[in-house]
């Protein structure tokens, strides 16, 4: 049998939004290179929960996810990318944009 590397467990500290783009983006090579990605959905979340961490699996547990959407994993995706990516508020992020001053030395880009 075959042995692949398995992705890296999501973490959970600095820029979530960030580490989750690239565990899903690891995962997905992963599912591809094993052959998981023509699996049932079941079985798919089941690989994704065995692979994402302790502490991912903790929080997969407070989705407010109906019984059959835990079971479905384009849905389970979706309420880590939720989680991980919030909705920015626009008028803090335009005041964020607006408030940035350029370093000494700094190029425009």
């Known amino acids: ?3 692949f590397k398995s992705s890296s467990p999501l973490i959970l ?4 939004c960030e580490n989750f783009r ?4 690891n995962f997905a090579i992963f599912m591809l290179a094993t052959g998981f990605v023509s699996k049932p959905s079941l ?3 089941a690989m994704l ?3 994402i961490g302790d502490e ?3 929080l997969y547990y407070t989705f407010e996810l109906m019984a059959e959407d835990r079971q479905d994993y384009e849905k389970v995706l979706k309420a880590f990318e939720d989680y991980c990516d919030p909705v920015k ?3 803090v992020e335009r005041f964020k944009f607006h408030s940035r001053l350029q370093e000494e030395c ?3 880009k």
């Open 1 to 3: 049998m075959e042995s």
């Open 13 to 16: 500290d600095g820029n979530v």
């Open 22 to 25: 690239k565990f899903k983006q």
């Open 43 to 45: 079985v798919k979340v």
């Open 49 to 51: 929960l065995n692979v």
């Open 56 to 58: 991912a699996v903790v």
């Open 89 to 91: 508020n626009i008028v």
């Open 106 to 108: 700094e190029s425009f």
